[in-house]
């Protein structure tokens, strides 16, 4: 929250790079927002159930914010790429018009798959036995659940998630495979390490929300406490982190923190 309101208030932080991350700060707030009260609700009492249909509205909004953010840091991959390997055509090629239609595109695709996939939840038969194994709902939990045959759609959800996952990981992939050659091609050490700088949050980013995700998804056992733990890393800590991960390492977004409390503080 505090990174968005920043962000909108300077106006030295209104730029492409600045704008995606306004949209990241708020993905991560809406996602630890969907699954952190009712965790820790479950925590704290000893009722640990939800609704049926509480439970879709969890796995709808969670596959939204996810399905988003990975789109998202995709853009902000090749925003990186454009400003380090093509610096001189780069307000040209992100002109306001362009990273609006990049942002809200990535909303698109992030809604477009969770109507692909959320709607095969709700036709289920659900067993007489509703538990789930982890902190949150979410679809591969759900199914879990089904007393009918569940294959045709587990086929439909990786059909979709697989060129999802696929287009956003190659996309960052390709990006940043430009971004290190060019940087290697930089003779001066000063200019080698502020282009470093410059991609190091977003790589961190990358690397911590593409990390959790495959760990939450791909352990072996379900319902254990590897997963769960997992599940939290994913749906609670990174959320957390992200907002911290770019104001620490970044000079504008501390002197802007420092400029807004600062009038602030002066009306007082």
Same mark, same amino acid.
């Given at each position: ?24 700060s ?112 979410e *679809?591969?939990?759900? $199914?879990?659940?089904?007393? %009918?045959? =569940?294959?045709?759609? #587990?086929?439909?959800?990786?059909? +979709? /998630? ?10 960052i ?30 790589l ?10 495959f ?10 406490? *590897?997963?769960?733990? $997992?599940s939290?890393?994913? %749906?609670? =800590?990174?959320?957390? #982190?992200?907002?911290?991960?770019? +104001? /620490? ?20």
């Amino acid at each position: 929250m505090t990174m968005m309101l920043v962000i909108r208030a300077d106006s030295h932080l209104h730029t492409p790079m600045y704008y995606f991350l306004s949209h990241l700060s708020f993905l991560d707030l809406c996602f630890s927002s969907v699954t952190v009260p009712k965790m820790l609700e479950n925590l704290l009492s000893k009722r640990k159930t939800i609704s049926v249909e509480s439970c879709l509205a969890q796995v709808f909004f969670v596959f939204i914010t996810a399905g988003t953010e990975a789109y998202l840091l995709s853009v902000m991959a090749y925003d990186r790429y454009v400003a380090i390997c093509q610096p001189l055509l780069y307000d040209q090629v992100m002109s306001k018009q362009r990273y609006v239609l990049l942002v809200w595109g990535s909303w698109s695709l992030g809604i477009l798959n969770t109507l692909i996939n959320v709607p095969l939840a709700t036709k289920m038969d659900l067993c007489d036995t509703h538990i789930i194994p982890h902190y949150s709902c979410e *679809l591969p939990s759900l $199914f879990l659940l089904s007393c %009918s045959d =569940v294959s045709t759609k #587990l086929i439909v959800m990786f059909c +979709s /998630l697989i060129p999802h996952g696929l287009v956003t990981s190659l996309s960052i992939f390709f990006s940043y495979a430009c971004i290190v050659s060019t940087i290697l091609s930089i003779t001066s050490t000063s200019g080698r390490s502020k282009a470093f700088s410059t991609c190091s949050s977003h790589l961190t980013t990358v690397i911590l929300f593409y990390g959790s995700g495959f760990l939450r998804y791909f352990t072996p056992t379900s319902g254990s406490s *590897l997963e769960l733990v $997992f599940s939290v890393l994913y %749906s609670v =800590v990174i959320p957390m #982190l992200n907002p911290l991960i770019y +104001s /620490l390492r970044n000079k504008e977004v501390k002197a802007a923190l420092q400029r807004t409390l600062g009038k602030h503080l002066q009306c007082f």
